[in-house]
């Protein structure tokens, strides 16, 4: 704690005084571009991943980078896509997973639900994800299956982003884009994914790289 409280101090005493007229303007209202879905691992820093500034990302976070279908019972997760759609009039909504991701891994070895009731009902929304690796990729080791279900997930994300009905009235007006990323985080990479291809490519500062000669979803993460 006391280091949090350590860097508070210099950000107040040293950033916040060279940025005052940026925070000032943010202090009247915020207008970004993108919402940026990713997982809570502490690993995963958006904003330094992407080099933006606040105010230009709207960031959702949990467990698995999950978006659970459209249904009558809406939680956190559903207010913050209509919000960020309909209410900030985002263009871009990222779906980005990680390397090494532990919800991923719980998915696949599943922990004792009477010492993570939560996790295992949360994780209950990755079903998808789960059927789809299994029934897919039965003959796969474990460092393989962890790989695939973690790309796998963020395109299972991508349909259910697709269900709630703000998403689908902006991607209908072609007013809105989506976006699954894989973020390496040993390497830095970060792999996007082509539906022309049905490949993850590598992004670069210039243009998308695709896998050659690989079919899809072998991307090494």
Known sequence: MQKLIEGLHRFQNTVFG??????????????PETLFITCSDSRINPNLLTQTEPGELFILRNAGNIVPPYSTSQGGEAATIEFAVAGLNVKDIIICGHSHCGAMN????????????????????????????????????????????????????????????????????????????????????????????????????????????????????
Do not use: C
């Open 106 to 221: 719980g998915l696949l070895n599943p922990p004792a639900s009477r010492d993570f009731p939560a996790l295992t009902e949360w994780l209950a929304h990755a079903e998808l994800t789960r059927r789809v690796v299994r029934d897919t990729y039965p003959d796969r080791t474990a460092e393989d299956l962890l790989n695939i279900t973690i790309q796998e997930n963020v395109l299972a994300q991508m349909e259910n982003l697709r269900t709630h009905p703000v998403v689908a009235s902006g991607l209908a007006r072609g007013q809105l884009k989506l976006h699954g990323w894989l973020y390496k985080i040993e390497s830095g990479d970060v792999f996007a994914f082509e539906p022309q291809s049905g490949q993850f490519g590598k992004l670069t500062g210039k243009r998308l790289e695709p896998q050659q000669e690989r079919p899809r979803l072998t991307v090494t993460i």
């Open 18 to 31: 060279t940025q005052r007229e940026l925070f000032e303007r943010l202090a009247q209202g915020q207008s």
